[in-house]
């Protein structure tokens, strides 16, 4: 059973800083490339990093490069998310995906 979950969420300061995990098992995670994405509220689903399944190559959305670093640990079966410099408007529920499958959500909330 493939299970894709995340943790680390919670609330910060604009600013602060929070780092997310995506533990996988049920598949071969170090075959497959892995994204994370966000869904704000009341807006669609929009993808933020991605990272190859060696952890050699990491892709961003615009909006995040510089603030957020994409990274993956194949021996534990986890991605992770570090966030600095967080905004406002990086409030958002934040899903790891990868191998088609998605994970259930960890909320980020940044206000002050």
């Known amino acids: 059973q493939v299970q894709l979950v995340e943790s680390g969420g919670g609330l910060a300061q604009p600013g602060g800083s929070l780092r997310l995990s995506c533990a996988a098992s049920g598949f071969t995670f170090s075959s497959y490339a892995m994204s994370w994405a966000r869904q704000a509220p009341g807006k669609g689903l929009e993808w933020v990093s991605g990272i190859w399944s060696d952890g050699s190559d990491t892709y961003y959305l615009d909006s995040v490069k510089g603030r957020f670093t994409i990274s993956r640990d194949n021996a534990k079966n986890t991605l992770y998310l570090q966030m600095n410099s967080l905004k406002p408007e990086d409030t958002a529920v934040y899903y790891c995906?990868?191998?088609?499958?998605w994970g259930q959500g960890t909320q980020v909330t940044v206000s002050s």
């Open positions: 995906n990868g191998a088609g499958y």
